[in-house]
């Protein structure tokens, strides 16, 4: 699993002119999954994003997590993380799970960061989407399992 985490400001989501996702203060996460993924991996990476102290304190250290924060989530599924560039000029997807295997891992992921107590807002899977993130920083991070 592999997930790109950016602060952000504010972000939303639209498919086709209609927002479906949309959160103010807290965190985007661009969210890849692999053959291998399994329920423990999902946990981890939840664990990790929830807890990651990537928000300042007073004194301007990241000292503080999103849930510290009252921030909230904006998941989106993004088999391209797992775009493999290494030969040719078109990438290979073959890394990412298949839709059947993806989508059901990826609403466990996202039901496991609302169980920490976490508002998570996020796409629709499948779709095309415009994603518009006001990325606070900027602050982007790799979490892998």
């Given at each position: 699993m592999r997930v790109v985490v950016q602060r952000s400001k504010q972000s939303k989501v639209t498919v086709a002119g209609e927002i479906v996702g949309k959160i103010e203060h807290g965190l985007v996460l661009?969210?890849?999954i692999t053959h291998e993924d399994t329920e423990k991996d999902l946990a981890f990476v939840a664990d990790k994003v929830a807890n990651l102290r990537i928000f300042e304190d007073d004194q301007e250290k990241m000292n503080h997590s999103v849930l510290d924060t009252g921030g909230a989530i904006l998941s989106i599924s993004?088999?391209?993380?797992y775009g493999d560039c290494r030969k040719g000029r078109r990438p290979s997807f073959i890394q990412a799970a298949r839709p059947e295997v993806?989508?059901?891992l990826y609403d466990r992921f996202n039901e496991l960061l609302?169980?920490?107590?976490?508002q998570v807002e996020t796409g629709r899977f499948g779709a095309m989407m415009d994603v518009e993130?006001?990325?606070d920083g900027p602050v982007t991070l790799i979490v892998e399992s």
């Open positions: 661009l969210v890849g993004q088999f391209t993380l993806a989508k059901p609302r169980e920490k107590g976490l993130i006001f990325n």
